[in-house]
């Protein structure tokens, strides 16, 4: 059994995630978590890019795109803490080795999404998360006080008098409790939960259904983006999405009689519902992306893992229209936090998608997502660091000194006959219920095929 006391216990290895146990000092001990393979996060996924505020005379019409697309139900002091931040935050990348697309003259390249009034997203081809998220797997991989384990799932939170003490998780097959000073919540969103969704199908909104037993406070769970544009497929699994790049780059959406319907670079919201009317109306289940107004140069070099993947199913976007059709993408809403990622429990911190600081209202505006789950880690951490740093200092610790014998789970547990499948049935429940239960409709209108 690992009785070792971790002064930051990280749950989840994407952005979020290891930029939060990167910016934990070298002597504070951390232990990262996930349920899979360490590259396999949504953040690895991410294609379009990442927000940045290019020069100061772009900051109010960044906070407005951004406000504009989240319905103006945004909280402004987030937005407003995300946009400052992100030229800090884009040079520590840089500091991590993370190579965006430059032009000629090596300046960046930016490039541009549905919502945004001008070019401020920076990529590197349409790879962008792969790129970040495997220089911050190198970066953590390095650092001694950083301990990674794959495979390892949280199942519940120990939690004393609304205080966060560990989580209870289950590796190999056997249950154990992990304890911690501080406890970060980087699981992601829950598009694993959809029968037709972006994200990786692990990612199943565990935080969510764990803070709704524990009585944690949740913002708008029913918040959920729908991605206009994924490739239609009848094969199983993950959606593949068409990045909105693309459409930022000039591809135009066709509907059955290769008519065109919808400006595209409205927020995701508007075109989904766009299509979605498009659809009903000839009885189909997609619709058509065409490039043919993007110079193929710009496509081989810009949509390089579109161009490779759309060929695997039988179709080259040189000369054909994709076909396409909306898919869950990104939960908006999740655990309520504040501006350094503290939620309504003590030690208790939840960054990345897992997290609803505000910052994207009701819709997110494309490319603010990465960029708000690195802003966010980097606060938390900062909050964790420091308190960590007067607990060494005044020589005391915090979980070592106390009584956690009647810590609680909410779980009925032991380590022998732990029910994983009735676990996940159970989340899945819970979270189906807060979201029908917020917004009927869209429970309706999405959620009623089983994944
Ligand atoms: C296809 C795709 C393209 C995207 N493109 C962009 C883009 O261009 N720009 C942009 O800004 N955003 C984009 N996004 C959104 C963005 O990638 C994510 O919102 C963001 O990366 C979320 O990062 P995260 O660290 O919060 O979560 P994730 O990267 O999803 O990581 C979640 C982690 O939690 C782990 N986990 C989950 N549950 C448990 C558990 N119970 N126990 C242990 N571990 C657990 C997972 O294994 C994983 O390691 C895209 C998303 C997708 C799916």
Redesign the pocket.
Known sequence: MDTTVYDALV????????FAALCIPTDQRVLM????Q?E????????????MLKDAEDFDLFFEDTLRAGRYENRKESVKVMIEESPEIISELLGYHVDFDRKEDGSFSFTR?GGHSTYR?L?HQDV??KEI?SRLIEAAKQRENITILEY????DLLEKDNCCYGIL?EHEGKCSKVYASATIL????M?GLFRY????R??????FAIALRHGIQLEHLEYIQI?PTTLYSKAPG?S??I???VRGEGAILLNPQKERFVDELLPRDVVTEAIKKEMDRFHSDHVYLSLEKIDIEEIRTHFPNILERCLEEGIDIETTPIPVKPAQ??LMGGIMTDVYGQTSMKQLFA?????CNGVHGANRL????????LVF?KRAAGIIAGQNANRQSEGSQNAENQDLSGDVISLDWDESSFDKEAWKKENRRLIMQEIKRKDEAFYDQWCNDEA
């Open positions: 749950v989840g290895t994407g952005a979020a995630g290891l978590i996930t349920k899979d360490i396999k996060s949504d953040s690895y996924l991410a294609q379009g890019g990442i927000c999404e997203i990529h962008t998360g998220t390892a799932t949280m199942i998780m980087a699981t992601g969103g598009g969704s972006t994200n990786f692990h990612i199943t909104g565990d935080s991605h993950r593949f999405l990045s909105e790049s993408h990104y960054v990345g998608e897992t997290a494309a490319s603010n997502s990465l960029l708000e789950s880690a």
